[in-house]
């Protein structure tokens, strides 16, 4: 579908929603992330609009204003901090993996891609387990009730989510971490800054923002990526065989099964886009997985090329608002992937795959059974 868009109409109108227009190419969507003066993300950033009572920073705010509350995240989520959570996350990826496969397999998305990425993500907050538990289950509440598009309970479950984020700014104010290296420290620190300062009020919203972001994303490209290798063995093989091969596989699944496909800017004036005139307050959707296998960019687009060079994909965005937790995603990929390819010699579909709806890209029960690897 996304093929025949960028062939025939590239930036489609859609009536759904209230209406939005979507751009499919992928130099029309560098564009559109890359003009923050031209399309504002504070006024609706995803499609359908999701209701909320305030905005939630770095997502809803534009710079100049967004760069006071991107800058604490950029501190503490650069590669080479967020590198020392290596075996915390491999930890996790193990113990999740091994029951997993004592349990002869399952529903892999449900039963290691969330908690894998709940506990990835309370590792990075360091905070108590129960709390992870807390994060797991009210983030699928949420992610469900989005999905739904049922009102009651995204107000309910987000105001669950704000009470869980107040409690995690609380538990930083009793044990302060350096700023340099705690998220939510770094946060807090920047509440004082007397140029720029963040209130109370914002460091919760970030945080709570965060949670969803920092949970839905790497579990739904996780499971795209298992779902892809658990139908091709031979590059099953080939990456069993040499793990180096990784990071460079992990780029080309990233391009192939981008997470997210409802982010959205509004113009602040009328432009001409893909040969289209857009309204200035019109919402625009960004189709990402359309522009990571837009042919005009990328050669055999619809294939995996493990050797893809270079590999500009926009899984992670463009512009200021690209994903500041892109060094952290790949780690947590890496893990799992490693961690699962260590642990069998195979694993293969058992049953048809049911992909979420809205708001991320990604399997939401994927059937696996499994081929344990011979210890002993």
């Avoid at 800054?193 to 109370?200: E, N, R, T, V």
């Avoid at 990071?247 to 496909?261: D, G, H, S, T, V």
């Avoid at 409802?262 to 857009?278: L, M, N």
């Avoid at 997985?289 to 590999?311: C, G, I, K, M, T």
Wanted: with cysteine; charged share 20%.
């Amino acid at each position: 579908m996304y093929t025949d868009l960028r062939n025939s109409t590239p930036v489609p109108w859609s009536n759904a929603y209230g209406g939005f227009w979507a751009v499919t190419t992928y130099d029309d969507v560098i564009r559109v992330t890359s003009d923050s003066d031209t399309f504002v993300t504070s006024v609706q950033n995803v499609v359908p609009a999701v209701p909320r009572t305030t905005r939630r920073p770095p997502l809803h705010f534009d710079p100049p204003d967004h760069a006071r509350y991107r800058a604490p995240l950029d501190r503490v989520l650069r590669k080479s901090l967020v590198q020392r959570l290596e075996g915390n996350f491999r930890s996790v990826a193990e113990d999740l993996t091994k029951y997993f496969i004592t349990s002869g397999g399952g529903d892999y998305s449900t039963d290691v891609a969330l908690p894998f990425a709940a506990g990835a993500f309370a590792c990075l907050l360091d905070v108590p387990a129960d709390r992870v538990m807390e994060i797991r289950k009210i983030g699928v509440d949420y992610s469900l009730a989005i999905q739904a598009m049922d009102t009651a309970q995204i107000a309910t479950t987000s105001a669950e989510l704000y009470e869980l984020a107040t409690a995690i700014v609380d538990l930083r104010r009793r044990d302060p971490r350096s700023p340099e290296q705690d998220l939510v420290s770094s946060l807090l620190a920047a509440g004082d800054d007397p140029d720029a300062p963040i209130s109370d009020e914002m460091v919760v919203a970030s945080v709570r923002q965060l949670i969803v972001a920092g949970i839905g994303a790497p579990q739904a490209v996780l499971g795209s990526i298992v779902a892809h290798l658990s139908r091709d063995h031979n590059l099953q093989d080939r990456l069993r065989a040499d793990r180096t091969l990784l990071p460079r596989a992990i780029e080309e699944f990233l391009r192939l099964y981008a997470p997210y496909r409802v982010f959205a800017r509004t113009p602040v004036e009328d432009v001409v886009v893909g040969g289209r005139t857009i309204a200035a307050g019109e919402p625009i959707a960004m189709i990402f997985p359309s522009a990571n296998r837009d042919a005009a960019r990328f050669p055999n687009a619809q294939e995996f090329v493990l050797d893809r060079a270079p590999n500009p994909h926009l899984a992670f965005g463009r512009g200021p608002h690209r994903c500041p937790a892109a060094a952290m995603a790949r780690l947590e990929l890496g893990c799992a992937l490693d961690t699962l390819l260590s642990a069998t010699t195979c694993f293969a579909l058992d049953g048809e795959i049911e992909m979420f709806n809205w708001l991320e890209f990604g399997p939401r029960v994927l059937p696996l059974t499994i081929t344990p690897r011979a210890t002993g």
